[in-house]
Nanobody, 127 residues
Framework: QVQLVESGGGLVQAGGSLRLSCTAS????????MGWFRQAPGKEREFVAA????????YAADNAKGRFTVSRDNAKNTVYLQMNSLKPEDTAVYYC????????????????????WGQGTQVTVSS
């Protein structure tokens, strides 16, 4: 079992930045593909960005491309989501997730592929 804990959310003004962290415990997740998703009130959960188990491949959805960057530090068993130029429409609960079965270079974008989920962290962007 892997437990994921997100942190770093909060309230920020439009144009500001936040860095979310997701720390894994229980078992090492250093080889797992890791993804970030978000869910706004009344909306479905959507993919934001992911990084491969090898760390060499990343992918960001259109809603994040050019503004958000995903990275990982396997020594700390932690994945990060650096969010810049935040907009009010980025307001959501952000979740990290781990895919234990992904190939080392895979970057899964669909939630059904992920096995473990964190509890989420709230990000609120004011206009």
């Amino acid at each position: 079992q892997v437990q994921l804990v997100e942190s770093g959310g909060g309230l920020v003004q439009a144009g500001g930045s936040l860095r979310l962290s997701c720390t894994a415990s229980g078992r090492t997740a250093s080889s797992y593909a890791m993804g970030w998703f978000r869910q706004a009130p009344g909306k479905e959960r959507e993919f934001v960005a992911a990084i491969s188990g090898s760390g060499g491949y990343i992918y960001a959805a259109d809603n994040a491309k050019g503004r958000f960057t995903v990275s990982r530090d396997n020594a700390k068993n932690t994945v990060y989501l650096q969010m810049n130029s935040l907009k009010p429409e980025d307001t959501a609960v952000y979740y990290c997730a781990a895919d234990r079965g992904a190939e080392p270079t895979a970057i899964p974008t669909m939630s059904r592929y992920y096995d473990y989920w964190g509890q989420g962290t709230q990000v609120t962007v004011s206009s």
